[in-house]
């Protein structure tokens, strides 16, 4: 939903417009604001065979507002990860300005330092990656997301992988949760 959020920024939206000052602080973006933007996005038509959100919902007010939206969830994944691991990884993270597309300091790099692959754009950190920023996020996750496990685990719906791995063994992982 971040990019849902940043695509609505992008395009001058009001609640685009309301979600920024939020973010900017590494708070989470209010509710109804979250919930305009998610029931907008998945009343188009390419989510009507099925959609993947990440990052959503991240209270039980949105869960509850997703479950009164008529939408079907048919699995959760919960990424356990340590917060010294999330701190490195989100602050490693560099976009390109132009074609938004990601890399990172450590995992990713570009073949030229702060140049984008693809179209030569300048690569930056995102306010919302800044390390304080991320510590701010993971106050906030710990409050506010984390009683979503026992909500979608009473749903039967939550599936639980190890996300300490590289992304390989992490997909592998959650492949295997969600079919079984």
Not at 63 to 72: K, P, R, Y
């Amino acid at each position: 939903t971040g990019n849902m959020i940043r695509e609505a920024l992008k395009n001058g939206t009001e609640m685009g417009l309301k979600a920024k000052s939020f973010m900017d602080e590494g708070k989470l973006v209010p509710d109804e604001v979250v919930i305009g933007i998610v029931k907008e996005r998945l009343s188009a038509d390419d989510c009507k065979k099925g959609f993947i959100l990440d990052g959503f919902p991240r209270t039980i007010p949105q869960a509850e507002a997703l479950d009164n939206m008529g939408v079907e969830i048919q699995h959760v994944i919960n990424i356990d990860i340590s917060d010294e691991k999330i701190i490195n990884r989100m602050s490693g993270r560099r976009v390109c300005e132009n074609c938004g597309r990601p890399f990172h300091i450590v995992t990713l790099k570009p073949k030229k330092e702060g140049v984008c692959d693809d179209c030569g754009g300048t690569l930056v950190q995102r306010k919302d990656d800044h390390p304080d920023t991320v510590l701010a996020r993971l106050e906030t996750y710990h409050k506010e997301t984390e009683p979503l496990v026992s909500y979608y685990e009473k749903q039967g719906k939550l599936v639980t992988v190890k996300g300490q791995d590289d992304v390989e063994a992490t997909t592998k992982a959650i492949l295997e949760g969600i079919e079984a």
